[in-house]
């Protein structure tokens, strides 16, 4: 009988993987099929392009060894490209300027904007403060940056006012921050949990904004595996083997992010329901990621450092909150694209690039494109 279950959890674990893992030779300019005009992004340090140093010049992200790969730090938090510039390219679009960036008043065009801010949370920062929860790092939310999307739409030009209708908007990722911050201030399982729905409707409202705004092609992504990441598996390491999964990501904290999905899901397809002139697609970043853990070797990944931070330093996992990437005599790995883990908390261009390619692939027959 022992044998028995073995055989069969050995079967289903396999089935599981092959139903959850697409194939990575795909097109990866697919989207450029969809003739969209403009992308628009609303979002935290996943997507964010320069708004955050722009607001903060003095943020980690202004400095080497972020933007290793660029000509220059731009404010994106990897050490090169974001999934955002990959769907970008995809969509043969240019990659999107920080509506912050002064520099984008006179560059012209209308193909699009980031108002994505690192550190940004779902929850206004007084919602979040009546809960003893601080965003330690911008004043901006979500409802700001809706508040500079629609300022933009009011004083853009006529050409861009009408090209929304053929746009593409990505309203997130966004929420991971409201539980990141909760979780460094300790808050506790039954605060966590109760904490999910605010977000959700926050995310909602956000989707709700954007489609009055004109939008008529919305993607609204969900959380990735935060188990997996180094910045909760130093913090958190639980003693019990069973606390963890066969990747040594942390089962709790990746059941916590399955809820906030399952519940974002949910509200997709309510929204579809009640917006049925509008495609709403939901963005899959936890079988993004896991299909890179689960072809790690295949993709080029070093598989003893898939829970290592490349620019990082201290403990298992290369990272410490308290001597992070880009602070002094912090070191850099010589091989970045071997790595996952850009600095404990976000990802590698390399990683980014395949999480973009798997994501591209999954929503271009969602989006229903009609070209």
Known sequence: MATSNVVCAFVLSSLFHFLLVPVFSHDVDVLQKCGFKAIYQLGDSIADTGNLITEN?????????????LSKPTGRCSNGLLMIDYIA????????DAFLNPARIF???????????????????????????????????????????????????????????????????????DYNYAFLFNKSNEEMKALVPEVVKAIKDAVEKVIGYGARRVVVPGNFPIGC????????????????????????????????????????????????????????YYKAFMSIYQ??????????????????????????LRRMCGALGVPVCPNPDQHISWDGIHLTQKAYQHMAEWLINDIFPKLQCSA
């Not at 598989?303 to 990272?319: E, I, P, Y």
Request: glycine share 8%; hydrophobic share 35%.
């Open 57 to 69: 010049p003095l943020s980690r992200y202004a400095w080497f060894p972020y933007g290793m790969n």
């Open 229 to 284: 990441f180094p910045i909760y598996l130093s913090q958190f390491q639980p003693n019990d083997a069973a606390a963890y999964d066969e990747f040594h990501c942390l089962k709790g904290l990746n059941s916590f992010a399955s809820y906030h999905n399952e519940l974002l899901k949910q509200t997709v397809e309510g929204l579809k329901t009640n917006y049925p002139d509008v495609i709403i697609v939901y963005g899959d």
């Open 89 to 96: 390219r995809s969509a043969k679009l240019p990659y999107l």
């Open 295 to 320: 072809n790690a070797q295949s993709l080029g990944f070093d598989t003893k450092t898939m829970q290592k931070a490349c620019c990082g330093t201290g403990g298992d996992h290369n990272f410490s």
């Open 107 to 177: 560059s012209g065009g209308c193909s699009g904007v980031n108002f994505a801010v690192a550190g940004s949370t779902a929850l206004p920062a007084e919602v979040l403060s009546s809960k003893n929860i601080l965003n330690i790092v911008t004043k901006e939310s979500l409802s700001a940056q809706l508040e500079w999307m629609f300022t933009y739409f009011n004083t853009c030009s006529k050409d861009c006012a009408k090209e929304i209708k053929s746009s593409l908007f990505m309203v997130g990722e966004i929420g991971g921050n």
